[in-house]
């Protein structure tokens, strides 16, 4: 895997403001929102292309390793036909060809162990982006809802306060979803009691996946 792809998936995984968005200026939060979605889906596709590259070499290096080891037991066959017809020069022939194949496999099955290797993190990659897809666009419906109900409020007394006061309103709530999605504070802000819950059920919720899927890999590793 390219280096600067890796760098671009682990700075979207760890929330790297620099990998998220260009510019912030001059942008509403919902379009910078948008925009970061569509760059994480960008990169799921680029991952997904090199780990089909990845999971084909593996499979043809596999069938590979298959037949010379086939090809190896066929030749110990006909080396010790030979021998047994007093044909020395052809049991040799054989096993020229089997200290071949017997140089080969090693390279192979480290080729084999790399790719396997590249295949996981690839994959691991992949489920990690994903996850962060959700995580954002949960955050992003936050954010509409939020706006949503801010625009159906009761308009405040005096036009300049109104509006600054909303103006105010919106840009804690992008700052909320901008540190979920970036781990970068725009500013002091509190979340309210009720989206502090929630997400903290929701992390529970997905903690509680991974232990009873260890668990399970676990008991089948023992079974």
Do not use: W
Not at 78 to 83: D, I
Not at 84 to 98: G, H, I, P, Y
């Amino acid at each position: 895997m390219a280096d600067s792809l890796r760098n671009r998936v682990s700075q979207i995984v760890i929330g790297n403001v620099h990998a998220l968005i260009d510019r912030v200026e001059d942008a509403t939060p919902e379009a910078v929102m948008e925009q970061a979605i569509r760059r994480v889906d960008g990169v799921v596709d680029e991952v997904r292309q090199e780990l089909g590259v990845v999971t084909a070499n593996r499979h043809l290096a596999q069938r590979q390793h298959t037949e010379l080891n086939n090809r190896h037991l066929q030749l110990a066959a006909s080396a010790e036909e030979a021998v047994s017809m007093q044909r020395d020069n052809l049991a040799r022939a054989a096993v020229e060809k089997q200290l071949a194949i017997e140089a080969q496999l090693p390279v192979l099955e480290a080729s084999l162990q790399d790719l396997g290797q590249k295949e996981g993190e690839l994959s691991g990659y992949v489920t990690a982006l994903m996850g962060k897809k959700r995580e954002m666009e949960e955050q992003l419906s936050a954010f509409r809802t939020s706006r949503a109900r801010m625009a159906e409020a009761p308009a405040m007394a005096g036009g300049l306060n109104a509006a600054t006061a909303k103006a105010e309103s919106a840009a804690a709530a992008f700052g909320r979803v901008f540190e979920r999605q970036t781990g970068v504070s725009l500013g002091s802000h509190q979340l309210s009691v009720e989206q502090a819950n929630k997400l903290k059920e929701l992390d529970d919720l997905v903690l509680n996946k991974r232990v009873e899927e260890r668990l399970a890999q676990l008991k089948a590793g023992k079974a």
